[in-house]
C-alpha cells in the first residue's frame, strides 16, 4: 500500500502560477497528475518516472513542469501562465508494481 498526500492547490488570476506537490509514503514507479473539472472526465496532465522520463497533456505543454526529487518520494507539478479551463481538482497517482493508488486531491481555481 502506497499513501499519497498533494499539497499546494489554491486561487489563482488567470496567468498566475501555483506548484502542487506529491509525496507517497514510500517511491513508486510512475506518478501522474490527473485532473477533474466540473462536469468532466479526469484526464492526465502529466507524468513522471522514477527515471525521469515526462509525458505531458497537448493543453499544458510549454506551461506546466512536472520534477521529481527521488530522494523525498516528492513530485512537482510547476503551473505557469494558468488558465481559467485549469480548474479543477487534481489528483495525484502513483503506479508500480504493486498497484495504483491516488491521493485526495486539492483544488486549484484560475479567476480573477
Known amino acids: 500500500q502506497v499513501q499519497l498526500v498533494e499539497s499546494g492547490g489554491g486561487l489563482v488570476q488567470p496567468g498566475g502560477s501555483l506548484r502542487l506537490s506529491c509525496t507517497a509514503s514510500?517511491?513508486?514507479?510512475?506518478i501522474g497528475w490527473y485532473r477533474q473539472g466540473p462536469g468532466e472526465e479526469r484526464e492526465l496532465v502529466a507524468s513522471i518516472t522514477s527515471y525521469g522520463s515526462t509525458d505531458y497533456a497537448d493543453s499544458v505543454k510549454g506551461r506546466f513542469t512536472i520534477s521529481r526529487d527521488n530522494a523525498k518520494n516528492t513530485v512537482y507539478l510547476q503551473m505557469d501562465g494558468l488558465k481559467p479551463e485549469d480548474t479543477a481538482v487534481y489528483y495525484c497517482?502513483?503506479?508500480?508494481?504493486?498497484?495504483?493508488?491516488w491521493g485526495q486531491g486539492t483544488q486549484v481555481t484560475v479567476s480573477s
Open positions: 514510500r517511491n513508486i514507479f510512475r
Open positions: 497517482k502513483g503506479s508500480g508494481f504493486s498497484g495504483h493508488y
